[in-house]
Protein backbone atom coordinates (compact mmCIF):
# COMPACT_ATOMS: atom_id res chain seq x y z
CA UNK A 1 0.00 0.00 0.00
CA UNK A 2 1.12 3.50 -0.55
CA UNK A 3 2.83 5.33 1.79
CA UNK A 4 1.13 8.48 0.86
CA UNK A 5 -2.46 7.23 0.23
CA UNK A 6 -4.21 9.10 3.68
CA UNK A 7 -4.60 5.94 5.19
CA UNK A 8 -2.67 6.72 8.48
CA UNK A 9 -4.34 10.48 8.53
CA UNK A 10 -3.48 12.11 11.72
CA UNK A 11 -4.80 15.68 12.95
CA UNK A 12 -4.90 17.96 15.50
CA UNK A 13 -7.59 18.47 17.92
CA UNK A 14 -8.74 21.84 19.40
CA UNK A 15 -7.02 23.14 22.68
CA UNK A 16 -3.58 21.95 21.56
CA UNK A 17 -0.37 24.26 22.88
CA UNK A 18 0.83 26.00 19.67
CA UNK A 19 2.93 28.21 21.17
CA UNK A 20 6.35 26.65 20.44
CA UNK A 21 5.12 24.77 17.07
CA UNK A 22 5.88 28.19 15.45
CA UNK A 23 7.18 26.37 11.98
CA UNK A 24 4.60 25.61 9.11
CA UNK A 25 5.21 23.10 6.57
CA UNK A 26 2.60 23.87 4.19
CA UNK A 27 1.84 21.08 1.28
CA UNK A 28 -0.91 20.83 -1.40
CA UNK A 29 -2.53 17.47 -1.32
CA UNK A 30 -1.91 15.40 -4.54
CA UNK A 31 -1.32 19.32 -6.19
CA UNK A 32 -0.90 18.37 -9.91
CA UNK A 33 -4.12 15.89 -10.02
CA UNK A 34 -5.96 18.18 -8.04
CA UNK A 35 -5.53 20.94 -10.20
CA UNK A 36 -6.76 18.49 -12.79
CA UNK A 37 -10.28 17.86 -11.15
CA UNK A 38 -11.06 21.65 -11.24
CA UNK A 39 -11.39 21.07 -14.99
CA UNK A 40 -12.72 17.55 -14.37
CA UNK A 41 -15.14 17.70 -11.72
CA UNK A 42 -16.71 14.87 -12.71
CA UNK A 43 -14.18 12.69 -11.76
CA UNK A 44 -13.76 13.27 -8.06
CA UNK A 45 -13.95 10.05 -5.92
CA UNK A 46 -12.21 8.06 -8.90
CA UNK A 47 -8.50 6.90 -9.04
CA UNK A 48 -7.53 9.66 -11.37
CA UNK A 49 -3.71 9.30 -12.68
CA UNK A 50 -1.56 12.51 -14.65
CA UNK A 51 0.99 11.13 -17.17
CA UNK A 52 1.52 11.45 -20.47
CA UNK A 53 -0.34 8.82 -22.06
CA UNK A 54 2.79 6.64 -23.79
CA UNK A 55 4.75 3.32 -23.57
CA UNK A 56 7.63 5.01 -21.92
CA UNK A 57 5.66 7.54 -19.55
CA UNK A 58 5.77 7.71 -15.56
CA UNK A 59 3.34 8.90 -13.40
CA UNK A 60 3.72 12.66 -12.72
CA UNK A 61 0.89 12.43 -9.98
CA UNK A 62 -2.06 10.70 -8.69
CA UNK A 63 -5.37 10.91 -7.04
CA UNK A 64 -5.37 9.37 -3.25
CA UNK A 65 -8.46 6.94 -4.61
CA UNK A 66 -5.63 5.36 -7.03
CA UNK A 67 -2.85 5.52 -4.77
CA UNK A 68 -4.68 2.94 -2.59
CA UNK A 69 -4.01 0.71 -5.22
CA UNK A 70 -0.29 1.22 -4.62
CA UNK A 71 0.03 3.72 -7.61
CA UNK A 72 3.05 6.27 -7.07
CA UNK A 73 4.33 9.01 -8.50
CA UNK A 74 7.41 8.29 -11.01
CA UNK A 75 6.29 4.87 -11.44
CA UNK A 76 6.53 3.59 -14.74
CA UNK A 77 2.97 4.13 -16.09
CA UNK A 78 2.63 1.14 -17.48
CA UNK A 79 3.07 -0.85 -13.79
CA UNK A 80 0.41 2.10 -12.49
CA UNK A 81 -2.23 0.76 -15.25
CA UNK A 82 -2.09 -3.19 -14.30
CA UNK A 83 -2.12 -1.87 -10.60
CA UNK A 84 -4.95 0.40 -11.13
CA UNK A 85 -6.72 -0.59 -14.45
CA UNK A 86 -9.56 1.35 -13.79
CA UNK A 87 -8.04 4.57 -13.10
CA UNK A 88 -8.34 7.42 -15.46
CA UNK A 89 -5.00 9.08 -17.56
CA UNK A 90 -5.23 12.74 -17.43
CA UNK A 91 -2.56 14.61 -19.60
CA UNK A 92 -0.23 17.22 -17.43
CA UNK A 93 -1.40 21.52 -18.04
CA UNK A 94 2.07 22.46 -16.57
CA UNK A 95 0.88 26.08 -16.95
CA UNK A 96 -2.06 25.37 -14.39
CA UNK A 97 0.27 24.19 -12.03
CA UNK A 98 2.07 27.22 -12.02
CA UNK A 99 -0.41 29.72 -12.06
CA UNK A 100 -1.91 28.20 -8.84
CA UNK A 101 1.18 27.61 -7.28
CA UNK A 102 1.64 31.55 -7.67
CA UNK A 103 -1.64 32.04 -6.15
CA UNK A 104 -0.85 29.80 -3.36
CA UNK A 105 2.76 31.18 -2.85
CA UNK A 106 1.07 34.46 -2.59
CA UNK A 107 -1.47 33.64 0.28
CA UNK A 108 1.72 31.99 2.09
CA UNK A 109 3.33 35.49 1.95
CA UNK A 110 0.21 37.31 2.83
CA UNK A 111 0.37 35.90 6.55
CA UNK A 112 4.31 35.69 7.01
CA UNK A 113 7.61 37.79 5.63
CA UNK A 114 9.27 34.55 6.07
CA UNK A 115 8.56 31.89 3.10
CA UNK A 116 10.89 29.46 1.95
CA UNK A 117 9.37 27.76 -0.89
CA UNK A 118 10.38 24.00 -1.86
CA UNK A 119 9.54 23.47 -5.30
CA UNK A 120 5.78 23.98 -7.17
CA UNK A 121 3.62 22.78 -4.08
CA UNK A 122 4.98 23.09 -0.88
CA UNK A 123 6.67 25.87 1.52
CA UNK A 124 7.84 25.96 5.04
CA UNK A 125 6.72 29.27 7.12
CA UNK A 126 7.76 31.11 10.06
CA UNK A 127 5.06 32.73 12.15
CA UNK A 128 6.63 33.67 15.39
CA UNK A 129 5.98 37.39 14.53
CA UNK A 130 2.38 36.47 12.92
CA UNK A 131 0.77 36.36 16.64
CA UNK A 132 0.11 39.97 16.70
CA UNK A 133 -1.67 40.56 14.13
CA UNK A 134 -3.43 36.71 13.49
CA UNK A 135 -3.42 34.74 16.46
CA UNK A 136 -0.74 31.72 16.94
CA UNK A 137 0.44 28.92 14.53
CA UNK A 138 -2.91 26.82 14.40
CA UNK A 139 -5.04 30.25 14.03
CA UNK A 140 -2.25 31.37 11.19
CA UNK A 141 -2.29 27.40 9.17
CA UNK A 142 -6.25 27.41 9.45
CA UNK A 143 -6.66 31.06 8.02
CA UNK A 144 -4.24 29.86 4.94
CA UNK A 145 -6.27 26.66 4.52
CA UNK A 146 -9.44 28.82 4.28
CA UNK A 147 -7.76 31.10 2.11
CA UNK A 148 -6.31 28.59 0.15
CA UNK A 149 -9.71 26.84 -0.69
CA UNK A 150 -11.35 29.98 -1.53
CA UNK A 151 -8.87 31.36 -4.11
CA UNK A 152 -8.41 28.17 -5.85
CA UNK A 153 -10.63 25.32 -5.09
CA UNK A 154 -7.74 23.19 -4.05
CA UNK A 155 -6.74 21.92 -0.31
CA UNK A 156 -3.74 21.88 1.54
CA UNK A 157 -2.69 20.14 4.61
CA UNK A 158 -0.48 21.71 7.35
CA UNK A 159 2.06 20.62 9.43
CA UNK A 160 3.31 22.59 12.57
CA UNK A 161 5.89 21.83 14.91
CA UNK A 162 9.71 23.93 16.17
CA UNK A 163 11.78 22.63 13.72
CA UNK A 164 11.57 22.12 9.63
CA UNK A 165 11.78 18.30 10.14
CA UNK A 166 8.96 17.84 12.41
CA UNK A 167 6.62 20.25 11.08
CA UNK A 168 7.64 18.27 6.82
CA UNK A 169 6.92 14.96 8.68
CA UNK A 170 3.82 16.43 10.71
CA UNK A 171 2.38 17.97 7.23
CA UNK A 172 2.27 14.33 5.77
CA UNK A 173 0.72 12.74 8.70
CA UNK A 174 -2.05 15.08 8.22
CA UNK A 175 -2.60 14.30 4.59
CA UNK A 176 -5.25 15.29 2.47
CA UNK A 177 -6.76 18.18 4.15
CA UNK A 178 -5.51 18.00 7.48
CA UNK A 179 -3.90 20.35 10.20
CA UNK A 180 -1.29 18.55 12.77
CA UNK A 181 0.33 20.78 15.48
CA UNK A 182 3.53 18.96 17.23
CA UNK A 183 4.26 21.26 19.97
CA UNK A 184 8.45 21.06 21.11
CA UNK A 185 7.75 19.06 24.59
CA UNK A 186 5.38 16.55 22.23
CA UNK A 187 7.96 15.93 19.53
CA UNK A 188 9.79 12.67 20.82
CA UNK A 189 6.50 11.44 21.25
CA UNK A 190 5.27 11.70 17.85
CA UNK A 191 9.04 11.27 15.90
CA UNK A 192 10.06 8.09 18.29
CA UNK A 193 7.32 5.40 17.15
CA UNK A 194 7.42 6.37 13.73
CA UNK A 195 9.19 4.05 11.13
CA UNK A 196 12.84 4.24 10.63
CA UNK A 197 12.07 4.96 6.62
CA UNK A 198 10.54 8.10 7.48
CA UNK A 199 13.81 9.78 8.92
CA UNK A 200 14.91 12.20 6.99
CA UNK A 201 17.92 10.80 4.40
CA UNK A 202 16.72 7.50 5.36
CA UNK A 203 16.50 5.53 1.68
CA UNK A 204 15.06 2.05 0.83
CA UNK A 205 19.09 0.72 0.83
CA UNK A 206 19.50 2.32 4.08
CA UNK A 207 16.11 1.80 5.75
CA UNK A 208 17.21 -2.41 4.60
CA UNK A 209 20.13 -1.86 6.51
CA UNK A 210 18.64 -0.65 9.54
CA UNK A 211 15.80 -3.40 9.52
CA UNK A 212 17.97 -5.65 9.54
CA UNK A 213 19.84 -4.79 12.51
CA UNK A 214 16.60 -4.78 14.74
CA UNK A 215 16.88 -0.65 13.99
CA UNK A 216 13.05 -0.61 12.89
CA UNK A 217 11.44 3.18 14.50
CA UNK A 218 13.10 5.97 14.81
CA UNK A 219 13.18 5.53 18.23
CA UNK A 220 14.87 2.47 17.86
CA UNK A 221 17.66 4.45 16.45
CA UNK A 222 17.57 6.95 18.73
CA UNK A 223 18.61 4.49 21.14
CA UNK A 224 21.02 3.42 19.64
CA UNK A 225 24.96 4.77 20.25
CA UNK A 226 26.56 7.11 17.37
CA UNK A 227 29.58 4.97 17.74
CA UNK A 228 27.56 2.18 16.62
CA UNK A 229 25.90 3.71 13.98
CA UNK A 230 29.08 5.18 12.60
CA UNK A 231 30.03 1.64 11.91
CA UNK A 232 27.55 1.15 8.98
CA UNK A 233 25.96 4.92 8.57
CA UNK A 234 29.77 7.01 8.34
CA UNK A 235 30.48 9.13 10.83
CA UNK A 236 28.22 12.43 9.09
CA UNK A 237 24.95 10.77 8.63
CA UNK A 238 25.65 9.01 11.76
CA UNK A 239 25.41 11.88 13.81
CA UNK A 240 22.94 13.71 11.34
CA UNK A 241 20.37 11.09 12.00
CA UNK A 242 21.11 10.50 15.61
CA UNK A 243 20.51 14.44 16.33
CA UNK A 244 17.28 13.89 13.87
CA UNK A 245 15.86 11.05 16.06
CA UNK A 246 15.90 13.40 19.36
CA UNK A 247 14.09 16.15 17.41
CA UNK A 248 17.37 18.13 17.07
CA UNK A 249 17.41 20.23 13.32
CA UNK A 250 18.60 23.78 13.78
CA UNK A 251 18.10 24.76 10.49
CA UNK A 252 15.63 28.07 10.00
CA UNK A 253 13.32 28.60 7.32
CA UNK A 254 15.42 30.36 4.72
CA UNK A 255 13.55 32.88 2.25
CA UNK A 256 15.13 32.86 -0.67
CA UNK A 257 16.92 29.07 -1.22
CA UNK A 258 19.77 29.40 -3.77
CA UNK A 259 19.25 26.91 -7.36
CA UNK A 260 22.15 24.68 -7.23
CA UNK A 261 21.58 23.66 -11.38
CA UNK A 262 19.17 24.38 -14.09
CA UNK A 263 18.79 21.64 -16.33
CA UNK A 264 16.16 19.74 -18.87
CA UNK A 265 16.46 16.05 -19.72
CA UNK A 266 14.07 14.68 -22.77
CA UNK A 267 13.28 10.78 -22.92
CA UNK A 268 12.92 9.61 -26.21
CA UNK A 269 9.72 7.72 -27.18
CA UNK A 270 12.02 5.26 -29.14
CA UNK A 271 16.23 4.06 -28.00
CA UNK A 272 18.14 6.55 -30.50
CA UNK A 273 21.10 5.83 -32.21
CA UNK A 274 21.47 8.29 -34.87
CA UNK A 275 24.08 11.43 -33.73
CA UNK A 276 22.31 13.95 -35.64
CA UNK A 277 19.33 13.71 -33.69
CA UNK A 278 21.06 13.60 -30.75
CA UNK A 279 22.66 16.60 -31.23
CA UNK A 280 19.83 18.62 -32.76
CA UNK A 281 18.25 17.69 -28.86
CA UNK A 282 21.30 18.69 -27.07
CA UNK A 283 20.78 22.21 -29.32
CA UNK A 284 17.14 22.47 -27.80
CA UNK A 285 18.03 21.64 -24.47
CA UNK A 286 21.02 23.90 -24.03
CA UNK A 287 18.84 26.77 -25.42
CA UNK A 288 16.50 26.07 -22.82
CA UNK A 289 18.52 25.40 -20.12
CA UNK A 290 20.40 29.24 -21.49
CA UNK A 291 16.66 30.56 -21.40
CA UNK A 292 15.94 29.90 -17.52
CA UNK A 293 19.37 31.53 -16.86
CA UNK A 294 18.36 34.49 -18.09
CA UNK A 295 15.14 35.03 -16.87
CA UNK A 296 16.72 34.18 -13.21
CA UNK A 297 19.75 36.69 -13.83
CA UNK A 298 22.34 33.60 -13.37
CA UNK A 299 25.58 32.36 -15.11
CA UNK A 300 26.41 28.96 -15.05
CA UNK A 301 30.14 28.17 -14.80
CA UNK A 302 30.28 24.40 -15.63
CA UNK A 303 28.00 22.52 -18.12
CA UNK A 304 27.05 18.60 -17.78
CA UNK A 305 25.86 16.06 -20.44
CA UNK A 306 23.94 13.15 -19.09
CA UNK A 307 23.08 9.62 -20.86
CA UNK A 308 21.29 7.16 -20.31
CA UNK A 309 21.48 4.47 -22.86
CA UNK A 310 19.01 1.43 -24.15
CA UNK A 311 20.63 -0.65 -21.25
CA UNK A 312 19.53 1.84 -18.50
CA UNK A 313 23.29 2.88 -18.02
CA UNK A 314 23.71 6.42 -17.17
CA UNK A 315 26.82 8.59 -17.11
CA UNK A 316 27.45 12.29 -16.75
CA UNK A 317 29.95 14.01 -17.76
CA UNK A 318 31.06 17.99 -17.24
CA UNK A 319 32.84 20.91 -17.88
CA UNK A 320 34.34 24.14 -16.32
CA UNK A 321 34.39 27.17 -18.78
CA UNK A 322 36.65 29.71 -18.52
CA UNK A 323 33.69 32.07 -18.14
CA UNK A 324 30.49 31.63 -16.88
CA UNK A 325 27.58 31.78 -19.67
CA UNK A 326 23.78 32.29 -20.03
CA UNK A 327 23.90 31.58 -23.76
CA UNK A 328 22.38 28.73 -25.05
CA UNK A 329 25.27 28.49 -28.04
CA UNK A 330 28.21 27.99 -25.97
CA UNK A 331 26.52 25.66 -23.71
CA UNK A 332 25.40 23.49 -26.77
CA UNK A 333 29.22 23.70 -27.77
CA UNK A 334 30.57 22.52 -25.07
CA UNK A 335 28.01 19.39 -24.40
CA UNK A 336 28.81 18.30 -27.61
CA UNK A 337 32.03 18.84 -27.21
CA UNK A 338 31.79 16.21 -24.39
CA UNK A 339 29.23 13.92 -26.51
CA UNK A 340 31.81 13.74 -29.39
CA UNK A 341 35.01 12.98 -27.21
CA UNK A 342 32.94 9.96 -25.43
CA UNK A 343 33.05 8.19 -28.84
CA UNK A 344 29.68 6.50 -28.73
CA UNK A 345 27.88 7.95 -31.65
CA UNK A 346 26.36 4.32 -32.74
CA UNK A 347 25.30 3.41 -28.91
CA UNK A 348 21.06 3.40 -28.28
CA UNK A 349 20.46 6.39 -26.74
CA UNK A 350 17.46 6.23 -24.29
CA UNK A 351 17.82 9.74 -22.42
CA UNK A 352 19.42 12.97 -22.78
CA UNK A 353 19.80 15.48 -20.52
CA UNK A 354 22.02 19.27 -19.98
CA UNK A 355 22.24 20.97 -17.05
CA UNK A 356 24.35 23.88 -16.31
CA UNK A 357 26.00 24.13 -12.17
CA UNK A 358 28.16 26.73 -10.15
CA UNK A 359 25.41 29.18 -10.47
CA UNK A 360 26.90 32.60 -9.95
CA UNK A 361 24.40 35.90 -10.29
CA UNK A 362 25.00 38.04 -13.47
CA UNK A 363 25.63 41.09 -11.40
CA UNK A 364 28.59 40.05 -9.38
CA UNK A 365 30.20 37.67 -12.20
CA UNK A 366 33.88 39.01 -13.71
CA UNK A 367 33.40 38.54 -16.93
CA UNK A 368 36.62 39.19 -19.53
CA UNK A 369 36.93 42.93 -21.01
CA UNK A 370 35.45 41.62 -24.72
CA UNK A 371 32.54 39.41 -25.19
CA UNK A 372 33.67 36.64 -27.72
CA UNK A 373 30.48 35.68 -28.13
CA UNK A 374 28.85 38.89 -28.81
CA UNK A 375 26.75 37.67 -32.32
CA UNK A 376 25.59 34.41 -30.22
CA UNK A 377 24.41 36.83 -27.59
CA UNK A 378 22.78 39.77 -30.08
CA UNK A 379 20.84 36.40 -31.87
CA UNK A 380 19.93 35.41 -28.22
CA UNK A 381 18.69 38.33 -27.07
CA UNK A 382 16.33 38.83 -29.79
CA UNK A 383 14.60 35.34 -29.02
CA UNK A 384 13.84 36.47 -25.48
CA UNK A 385 12.10 39.36 -26.24
CA UNK A 386 10.02 37.61 -28.70
CA UNK A 387 9.52 34.74 -26.71
CA UNK A 388 8.80 37.53 -23.96
CA UNK A 389 6.15 39.19 -26.28
CA UNK A 390 4.21 36.22 -28.24
CA UNK A 391 4.87 32.72 -25.85
CA UNK A 392 7.50 30.42 -25.01
CA UNK A 393 8.83 28.80 -28.77
CA UNK A 394 7.54 31.49 -30.94
CA UNK A 395 11.00 31.93 -32.23
CA UNK A 396 13.72 28.83 -32.72
CA UNK A 397 16.78 27.54 -34.64
CA UNK A 398 15.91 26.20 -37.92
CA UNK A 399 17.32 22.91 -36.89
CA UNK A 400 15.12 22.52 -34.77
CA UNK A 401 11.94 23.23 -36.40
CA UNK A 402 9.44 19.97 -36.26
CA UNK A 403 12.04 17.97 -34.90
CA UNK A 404 10.86 17.61 -31.30
CA UNK A 405 10.43 13.65 -30.82
CA UNK A 406 10.11 12.73 -26.85
CA UNK A 407 9.33 13.24 -23.36
CA UNK A 408 10.65 16.43 -21.43
CA UNK A 409 11.63 16.96 -17.55
CA UNK A 410 13.07 19.19 -15.02
CA UNK A 411 15.61 16.57 -13.60
CA UNK A 412 14.07 15.70 -10.29
CA UNK A 413 15.00 18.28 -7.26
CA UNK A 414 15.59 21.20 -9.02
CA UNK A 415 13.42 24.11 -8.92
CA UNK A 416 10.46 24.51 -11.54
CA UNK A 417 9.47 28.35 -10.08
CA UNK A 418 11.00 29.91 -13.81
CA UNK A 419 9.85 27.60 -16.69
CA UNK A 420 6.20 26.70 -16.76
CA UNK A 421 6.58 23.56 -19.11
CA UNK A 422 9.62 21.72 -17.03
CA UNK A 423 8.76 20.55 -13.59
CA UNK A 424 8.82 17.78 -11.25
CA UNK A 425 6.62 15.07 -10.49
CA UNK A 426 4.35 15.67 -8.02
Keep these: MSKQDGSGRQTTASGVDDSTAT??????????????????PDLRGRPVIVAHDSPRSVVTAATYEARRFGVNSAMPLAIAKRRCP???????????YVHYSRIVMGLCDGVTPTVERLGIDEAFLDVSGAGKLIGGPVAVATLLRERVLAETGLVCSVGAASTKFVAKLASSRAKPDGLLVIPAEGTLDFLHPLPIG????????????????????????????????????????????????????????????????????????????????IRRELLRLSGMVAARLRRAGLLGRTVVLKLRFGDFTTITRSRTL?????????????????????????????????????????????????????????????????????????????ALIGKHRGRESAPRGESPKRDPRQLPID
Design 322 to 398: NEPTDLGRRIFEEVSAIHAALGRDTAAIRLVGVRAEQLVDEASAQLGLWDTDESWREAEDVMDSVSARFGSGSVTPA
Design 86 to 96: QAVILEPHFDR
Design 198 to 277: QLWGVGGKTEESLVNRGIRTIGDLAQTPVDTLEQFLGPAAATRMHDLSWGIDPRTVQTRAEEKSVGHELTFEVDVTDPAV
Design 23 to 40: ILHVDMDAFFASVELLER
